[in-house]
């Protein structure tokens, strides 16, 4: 199999790189052979995950930029010059245009069986960034959309996905198929001690999108009703993005009570930071799964969002749900927590809590039977 990305050059690891890296390691657990074909900046996380899995280097296309973007775009519609050897199946990890194109041309022109992974229908209005940017995001992701639609099978994170898919006429619907992410589960659940009172923990790429910004008032709020309260921030982003998150912990008076940590890329340290945690933190204004959300449920967290319509229906009433924007809601629901009044331990948890062995699985399942 060979893996279709064509990325910007960034540190960090962001949901939908881990998903495609659980299920290629899971593949070459399984005796296959995969090759990722992606920009050189992703060998970094190849040879830091996993060894085994080969890489074809599709070049340096730097950051994301209109430049960028067009780099990117001409290296996906050459890219049969680069990918020589004949592989049975090609995985796209997004239906980005960039990222469908070496798909596309490899089931065309050597009828090489074609998976395209849809993570989320892309809005046109109302997101949390420059409309020029949205713009061009959602002709990108509309494009690649067209043409996964000679795709032998679309994989949708989540049912909601699946439906707002079904709504593309041009997509046909017995190829469309809803498959979900999933958890470490035995790094969850090892659980040594108990967690510090008084401590939230938030990881995620550094963006406005991903309500890294409300995080500063928001443990301001907290930290006048609880002085000690420590939040720490992990996940790396742009230069600029960063650099606005640290003067807003500065503008809000928390160089004291929030600490930033840039990205962390071993499991095993997230695991033991989630459980030395009480709260986790994600006031984000746009997901479609996020797979944090899973790892602070399993490790046994109180687990707080804002009430997004495309995830709620994955994580059900096992979340503290907060209405969008609503940053001092936010910290009261945080310190009614701490003051010991509100758990959600008690709840089911959602049928969307699954290992990543079963969900790889079902998911190979599903790519070799279309």
């Not at 992606?38 to 970094?44: G, K, L």
């Not at 995620?204 to 910004?213: D, E, L, N, Y």
């Amino acid at each position: 199999m060979v893996m279709g990305y064509i990325e910007a050059d960034r540190p960090s690891i962001s949901g939908g790189d881990m998903r495609w890296l659980k299920f290629a390691s899971w593949l070459v657990q399984q005796g296959h052979e995969v090759t990722v074909f992606s920009t050189d900046n992703c060998q970094q996380f190849i040879e830091k995950y996993n060894p085994k899995i080969k890489f074809l280097p599709a070049g340096n296309m730097g950051a994301m930029s209109a430049g960028g973007g067009l780099r990117r775009l001409w290296c996906a519609l050459t890219c049969l010059r680069k990918i020589r050897t004949k592989f049975d199946y090609v995985y796209s990890v997004s239906t980005i245009l960039y990222d469908v194109l070496p798909g596309f041309l490899l089931s065309l022109f050597r009828g090489v069986k074609w998976t395209a992974v849809c993570h989320w229908i892309v809005p046109l209005f109302g997101r949390q960034t420059r409309f020029l940017h949205a713009l061009l995001f959602y002709l990108g992701d509309k494009a690649g959309l067209l043409l996964a639609a000679r795709a032998n099978c679309i994989l949708c994170v989540s049912e909601t996905t699946r439906l707002k898919a079904l709504e593309f006429p041009f997509l046909p619907a017995r190829r469309i198929f809803g498959v979900e992410c999933g958890v470490e589960m035995e790094l969850a659940r090892d659980r040594q001690g108990t967690p510090k009172n008084f401590t939230a923990v938030h990881i995620k790429r550094v963006a406005k999108t991903k309500g890294s910004f409300d995080l500063p008032p928001i443990w301001k709020l907290v930290v006048q009703r609880f002085p000690t309260a420590k939040l720490y921030i992990c996940g790396d982003g742009s230069t600029e993005e960063i650099s606005t998150l640290k003067s807003l912990i500065k503008e809000n008076g928390m160089e004291d009570n929030i600490e930033y940590r840039g990205p962390v890329y071993d499991e095993v340290e997230k695991f033991q930071l989630l459980h030395s945690c009480q709260c986790f933190l994600l006031p984000s204004y746009e997901e479609n799964w996020a797979i944090v959300l899973g790892e602070a449920l399993a490790s046994g967290l109180e687990v707080l969002c804002y009430d997004l319509p495309d995830i709620r229906p994955v994580w059900g009433d096992s979340l503290h749900w907060i209405p969008i924007g609503d940053i001092r809601n936010f910290a009261d629901r945080i310190c009614t927590i701490f003051e010991g009044k509100l758990t959600k331990k008690g709840v089911p948890p959602s049928p969307a809590l699954k290992s990543w062995e079963d969900v790889c699985a079902q998911e190979y399942k599903i790519m070799t039977q279309s």
